[in-house]
Every structure is written in C-alpha cells, then in structure tokens.
C-alpha cells in the first residue's frame, strides 16, 4: 500500500496520547492504593493536556486523509458494520473523558464515593472510563487494518496487538520524560513499564515481521484472471499513465529501500530508547529521557511507513506492467 | 430476488477499448457529474474510468495465448467495500444488486478502496469522492430511452458482443445461460466475495474430422467395382447373342 502521511501521523500521534492516558491514569491508580508516592494534580494536569494535544494533532492529521472532511460527521453512522466508523466514535470519547479527567484535577473536586477517604474519586472513575475507551479505541485502530481479510500482512490479531503496546510503550517514555520535570518519584516507576512495554513490543513486531515475511499469497494472477496455466505474463494494464490502481496500492519504492526502512524502526523504536531511559534514570537526565521519547517517536513514524508500505494488496495482480 | 450483472466472453473479445471509450463517454456525460481526466493533455497523463482492457499473454513463446480481459466492477453479491464503508455511502441495491457509491455522502477516506481486492474503485482526483461502475443504473431504468438500449454502454458497444447482460439469478436469463453452458466462473473466488460478474473461458472450437467421414465405406460406386471372376462356359447371353 501506498503510505499516506496522513494516517501515519493519526495513529502514532493517538497511539501516543493513549499510551500518555494509562501511564497517567495507572500512576494515580498505583498511588491510591499507596504503592507509589501521591502526586500534585498538576502533574495529571500537564499530562492529560499534553495526551489531549496529541489526540488533537491525530484527529487534525486525519481530516488530511478526507476528501472531503466536512462531511466527516457521517462517519459515524455506520458503526455496526465498519471499524473505520467505530474509531470515528471512540476517539471524541477518549478526547472528552481525557480532558474530563484533566479538568477535574484542576478543579480538585472532592465527593467521597467509596466512603473511605481516598483522595481524587472522582477522577479515579473518570480515568477508569477513559481507561476503557483508550483500549476500545486501540482495538478499533488495530481493527480497521486487520479486519481486511485479503491484505494478509494485517490481517491478524498482531496487528492490533502491535498498536497497543507500540501506542503504550511511546506514551509511558513520554510519561517518563514528563514524571522527570514535575513528578521524579514516578520516573522509576514509568521508565521500567517503558522498558516493558518497549520489548513487548519488539516480541510482537519480531514475530509479525516473521509471519509476513512468509506469508503465502492467497491470490495469483491466475486465480485474478481465472486462467489456469502456469505461465501468464501481463502485457498491458489498459492505460499507459497509471491511475489510482497504480498510486495507491504500491509504495513506489525499491525494496532495498523498504529493508533499510525495517532497519530504521527497528533501531529506532527498540534498543535505542531503550538505553537512553536507562541512561536517563541513572543519570537523572530529564533531557536524555525527552530524547528516548522523540527518538522512539520518530522510529514509530518509520515502523508505521513499513507496515503500509509492506501490505501488499491482491489488486496490484492486474497491474504489473504498462 | 434480481442480481444484474455482466457476463464477459473472454473467447470473443478482441481488445478494441470501445467498452472502455463508450463507458467513459457515457458516465462523464451523466447526472454525477464529468468523470475527470487529470492532465489529459501534458505529461503524466492520468484519470478515472470505470472499466479498462488489459491484455495478458499465456504460455510460453511460440505456444502462446493473448488474452484481452476487460476489468470493471463485478458487484459482488458479498461485497466487502460495502460494510467498511463508515458514512454508508458504499452500497448495494436492494431491487437489483447494482453496488454504488452515493458521491454526495462519500467523504473520500479510500477505505472501500483498500476492502476491494479487485481494484475496481477509483477515487477521483478532482472530485476528491470515490467512482466506480455504476453498471450505467441511470441508462438501465430511464423509459425516455428506447427498450433495447436500457443496457450499459459497455454492453451496446461492444462489437463482438463478448459482454452480456441480465439478472444472474434468473435461471432462464441470457447470462445464467451462458454461464451454465460455457463455463462461466468468477474472479478471486477463494476470497468469498462471490463475484456477480462472470468471465467465460477461452474456448477451442475444433471440427473432428474421422476418416470414416472422408471415406465412405459403403460407396455403391466401390460396389460396382467388386468384379467376380468370368466363366469360362457359354452362358445364356452367349447363347443369345
């Protein structure tokens, strides 16, 4: 498939500002139930800002995607059957709950719910909520690649699996590099899960790597034209200066090129990270941990270019020669 | 319940594009709105259609086969752009299983595009909506036209008539007999989308030729030929004579 800025900077720009949402949200949870220090809400005040800002950016970067994004609305009336429309509604519920959740931090809302005392119920709940959405919000992502079936380097749970933890792991490095300005008790606590989620990762992108690069393909030309002969070569693709059939499902790059890409992400989004977080808690470097999270972000911007680019689409089968 | 479709005969189209010129003639002239050309006339040189001729050769050289395969929409009856669709702009007919895009909804996501293996959706550059065959719904209903030409354009323009149109699901009609008697088959079937439009193979036809039918074994003039040995003796004609 052709990759399309667009979409690449949607679903790593939201993927991000989940992943920001849970480690904000799994800190406060971890706090009120006293394993980690308590925290001044105006650390989940800039955190839920910062989630919501790149929420924000995605949702912006998508309308570059649209035709015609005024009417964007109608995406959301056919939630039954497509994934595509299901994001379309779970991404305002994941950006209202996130700023609910900021806002009621700000304004320091106190009702005793539980009956117990325990600080922040409110946003306890709200978080909760969020929380849920932010993973049916990964799932719809993950799904509207892995729902179609004859692209077969998506169509697994891989897929979705990979948008969650890649999502999560760039969120909790950016919870890191943020935890390292205004709250440093937590940095440990975000540093180790970024680590976790970051090998997590590279488990599930190895083994999806692995599969596709021995994926069968279902479709050949032969099934395309339904001629059964082992020697069909196409002559002519009926038009001699391409079309949407020859932009849009081909990357228009050498495959040396989409190797050296594999290369990039893999060193960008893992071992790199990585030890800048390491190097960064040891050294107590806020700066290197901003650097693990912009370094990590911009491999996961090259790992998405990869996914797209390495779909390979069953209609590209009428289409390989002029 | 009534499936429109086309039923094209490989063994009889020649590749002359007149489907592919007559479909872009119509449908650019039509209540949607032009079907754009990009740069028609400097470099690079592109635009949408809704039908192209492809050619393909099989076997290897000097056994080969060219084929001409015109390739359009083949409204699935299983279609998988229509559920993906998230504004419900991609649809299928109730009345006649004519798939469609209602270009005034479509806001241009390219996701149908992605959900069709075939290829067969185009998305226009200047419309920035996307097209593809309508199966010419707006020539197949309109009573101002005479009777034999509520049919695509495609199907009228063919000048071999290696394009044939009906309802598939009617046993008796044109295409499910063709299909029925001429092998027709469908395009990517282990995808599930069941194609409405069918293709018919390349067919040899050969005359056999026994000998038995060069030579006749009863030929009354070979008869005539089977002479018995004369007698000797002195017969009744002899006698006569």
């Known amino acids: ?322 | 319940m009534t499936q429109l479709a086309l039923v094209i005969d490989l063994n009889v189209c020649v590749g002359c594009h007149a489907c592919v010129t007559s479909c872009k003639q119509w449908n650019t002239s039509g209540a949607a709105g032009p079907l754009f050309d990009d740069n028609p006339f400097t470099k690079d040189p592109t635009g949408t259609f809704f039908n192209r001729v492809q050619t393909y050769e099989i076997g290897n050289f000097p056994h080969t086969e060219t084929l001409h395969f015109p390739k359009s929409c083949l409204h699935c009856e299983d279609s998988p752009c229509v559920p993906v669709c998230p504004t419900g702009a991609s649809y299928k007919r109730e009345q006649d299983g004519i798939v469609l895009v209602d270009y005034d909804k479509c806001i241009g996501c390219k996701y149908c595009s992605w959900a069709c293996p075939y290829g067969a959706r185009e998305f226009d550059e200047q419309d920035k909506v996307m097209r593809k065959c309508t199966l010419c719904v707006d020539r197949l209903y309109d009573e101002t036209l005479p009777e034999a030409e509520r049919k695509p354009a495609c199907v009228l323009a063919c000048p071999t008539n290696a394009r044939l149109y009906g309802d598939v699901h009617d046993p008796e009609s044109e295409v499910s007999i063709a299909i029925r008697e001429e092998g027709g088959y469908q395009l990517m079937p282990e995808w599930g989308t069941k194609p409405a439009n069918h293709y018919l193979p390349r067919r040899k036809t050969k005359v056999h030729i026994h000998e038995d039918e060069l030579v006749r074994v009863d030929n009354p003039l070979k008869k005539e030929d089977i002479r018995h040995e004369t007698s000797t003796e002195v017969t009744l004609d002899d006698w006569l004579m």
């Open chain 1, 1 to 322: 498939m052709h990759p399309a800025f667009s979409v690449i900077f949607l679903t790593t720009l939201i993927g991000t500002g989940q992943g920001l949402f849970l480690a904000l949200f799994s800190g406060q949870t971890y706090s009120a139930v006293n394993l980690l220090p308590a925290q001044h809400s105006s650390f989940y005040i800039t955190g839920s800002l910062l989630a919501l800002i790149l929420l924000i950016g995605g949702l912006m970067a998508s309308f570059f995607h649209l035709g015609h994004p005024e009417r964007a609305w109608r995406a959301a009336s056919q939630w039954r059957t497509s994934w595509l429309s299901r994001e379309v509604i779970a991404l305002p519920i994941v950006m209202g709950l996130v700023f609910f959740y900021g806002v009621f931090h700000w304004i320091n809302w106190e009702v005793d719910l539980f009956g117990n005392q325990l600080p922040g119920q409110v946003t306890l709940i709200i978080g909760a909520m969020a929380s849920v959405a932010v993973f049916l919000l990964y799932l719809c992502t993950g799904m509207i690649y892995a729902s179609i079936k004859f692209l077969q380097e998506w169509a697994t749970s891989l897929t979705v699996i990979n948008y969650l933890l890649f999502g999560g792991a760039s969120g909790f490095t950016m919870a890191t590099a943020i935890a390292a300005y205004n709250a440093p008790t937590l940095v440990g606590f975000y540093g180790s899960w970024a680590i976790i989620l970051t090998l997590a990762g590279l488990v599930t992108r190895t083994v999806s790597l692995y599969r596709n690069a021995n994926i069968k393909a279902v479709s050949t030309v032969q099934t395309a034209i339904g001629i059964r002969h082992t020697q069909v070569q196409q002559k002519a693709m009926g038009m001699m200066g391409g079309s949407y059939n020859t932009r849009e499902y081909f990357h228009g790059k050498t495959a040396a090129f989409l190797k050296s890409i594999k290369y990039i992400f893999l060193v960008l989004v893992f071992p790199l990270p990585i030890m800048l977080i390491v190097a960064g808690m040891k050294a107590d470097s806020s700066l290197l941990l901003m650097l693990a999270f912009v370094v990590q972000f911009v491999g996961l911007m090259f790992e998405r270019w990869f996914f797209f680019a390495q779909a390979n689409h069953p209609q590209n089968l009428y289409y390989q020669t002029i």
